[in-house]
């Protein structure tokens, strides 16, 4: 993925003042802004160096939410900028946001259950995806009776089972499937490449700079 970005970023006559990998030590080059994409056990400590050291973060790096809130406090304290997101896509935001309408179209209907499945490459570490969470949470705020996910096939019926698949060379593809005894209902967004999250990472990071504050893919497109 940093890969991608530098090659977007680059494209876009962006200079590139650094790059960060496992290992390093100090503080971080001066910056405009840092694109944090790495590993869920390193992202909040990068996070945290960035606002220290007054450097706008977009970060891209999912399984660290466990302690949003505890970042999201720190950027705040110390008035920081973070931008975070499970996808950077316009397409997946999309996504997102047709699932949470979708939601509510279901409410009500009876003999209907609802699960997630999602698929990705075999060296995403964590699983599932932080876009199948976003989907989970984004159904759980519009269709009353489920309090939350698991990723057990035999889910409660609270619960929203999330299926996960890691098979190469597929970027990303997130589907929820309302399911009864007569038909199926789905919703599917299939990634092509990682370009598609490459280039929403660095027009975010071109957007942030000059902001305080924990942004989110709802501030930046506007919705």
Sequence with gaps: MGKVLEEVALARGHEIAGRIDLGFAGDFPSADVA????????????????????????????GWLARKEEVHLYCNERNGSLFYASNFSLGVNLFFHLNEQLARLMNGRQGYDVSIEEVHHTQKKDAPSGTAITLAEGIIRNYPGKTGWTTHENSGQQEIAIASK?????????????????????????????EGFALGAVLVAEWLPGKTGVKTMNDFLKF
Aim: with cysteine; hydrophobic share 30%; glycine share 4%.
């Design 35 to 62: 694109i944090e994409f790495t590993q869920p056990e390193s992202a909040v400590d990068n996070i945290k160096k960035c606002i220290d050291q007054k450097i706008p973060v977009v970060s891209g790096t999912t």
């Design 166 to 194: 890691r098979l190469d060379p597929v970027p990303g593809t997130h589907t929820v499937i309302y399911h009864s005894a007569v038909d199926d209902l789905e919703i599917r967004h299939t990634a092509h490449s990682r």
